[in-house]
């Protein structure tokens, strides 16, 4: 069973940096696709960030410039540089996994980030 690990999350003032952090453990496939969901308190799950295996990247309009994937898919590991936050980026971060053999993918439990105005 693939198992997804977040830790990073917190509270940070506006301006400020926060970097999110994942790990997926249970299998020894390699994930196609790591990204970063977020869902805000009465509102849908959205896409953040996404980090495909052949290295490319996508970003959502409102964090392009300002957020960064990394990571290593051949580690099954993810990260999420935060830069100028904004109250606005208040959620709940998840990291998803999706493998060749489980194109719905898997999710981490999901880590709080909040910024203060």
């Known amino acids: 069973q693939v198992q997804l690990v977040e830790s990073g999350g917190g509270l940070v003032q506006a301006g400020g940096s926060l970097r999110l952090s994942c790990a997926a453990s249970?299998?020894?496939?390699?994930?196609?696709?790591m990204a970063w969901y977020r869902q805000a308190p009465g509102k849908q799950r959205e896409l953040v960030a996404a980090?495909?295996?052949?290295?490319?990247?996508k970003y959502a309009d409102s964090v392009l410039g300002r957020f960064t994937i990394s990571g290593d898919n051949t580690k099954s590991t993810v990260f999420l540089q935060m830069n100028s936050l904004k109250p606005e980026d208040t959620a709940v971060y998840y990291c998803?996994?999706?493998?060749?053999?489980?194109?719905?993918?898997?999710w981490g439990q999901g880590t709080q980030v909040t910024v203060a105005s």
């Open positions: 980090k495909y295996s052949g290295a490319n990247t």
């Open positions: 998803k996994a999706v493998y060749s053999w489980a194109p719905e993918g898997y």
């Open positions: 249970g299998t020894i496939h390699r994930p196609n696709v």
